[in-house]
């Protein structure tokens, strides 16, 4: 894989060893001051990690990647913006994918290795009027933990699916590049080909398997894709095809 040393994409660095959490020090950083685009927040251990829908993100202490990169998409719209959760997905998986096969992304943005979890992303946009103002791609990437707690579902790491430790920094160079090239192909509007990929990588894509919605309870169907908003297309057990919203519905998995 062509893995050149990124251009902007975590160039400038701010390294902690113990913070909140790296996406509210980006999301403070924006807005206090101007921080070049690209620049990234690193910190060996959060005591407040986010996670999806107001969770908590686990990372035991020096064992994961935990990032924040900040930019600034210009090019599109917030109509457009689940491209950043795509790009972000993409980078993620791309770099899991150099040490480990069956690789997919859990929509919206999860990172599986076969059925287990090992990164998640939390994508936060801040908007005005119809543009995007600036973004913090976070990212947990499980790297070196060996041991989680009862509680979390279904986690793993690198270390856990290979029995190697690795460095860090290499790891995060790594992410940085997958998310450069992912992103300038978004800065040049590369939209179909950027969804395309990411539908491709999709975790029980074109596979029956169960579902449950708020209101509508279990059902069962295959996904198909992405619409541009971002929602998840799905082909029912009648043929028909409908599309939900993250939130609305849940992999019964
Ligand atoms: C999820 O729930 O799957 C999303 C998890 C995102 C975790 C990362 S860790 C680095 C960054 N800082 C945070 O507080 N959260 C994200």
Redesign the pocket.
Known sequence: MNMPEPLFVGKNILHFTEIE????FASELVTKTNPSEGTAIISDF?TA????IG?Y?H?EAQKNL???FILYPKSITINEQFMLNIISALAVADVVSMYKESVSIKWPN?IYVANLKIA???VQNSLRNTQIKSTVI???LNVNQVIFPDDLPNPTSLFLETGTNYDLGAIFRLVASRLEYYYLLLKSRNLALLRNTFENRLYLRDEWAWYIHDDEGKFEAKITGVEKSGKLMMYMRDGKIKSYAFREIRFMH
């Open positions: 959490s790296t996406n509210n959060q990690g986010k996670g999806q969770r993100w990372s935990l990032v924040s999860d998640g992303i939390l976070g990212i947990g």
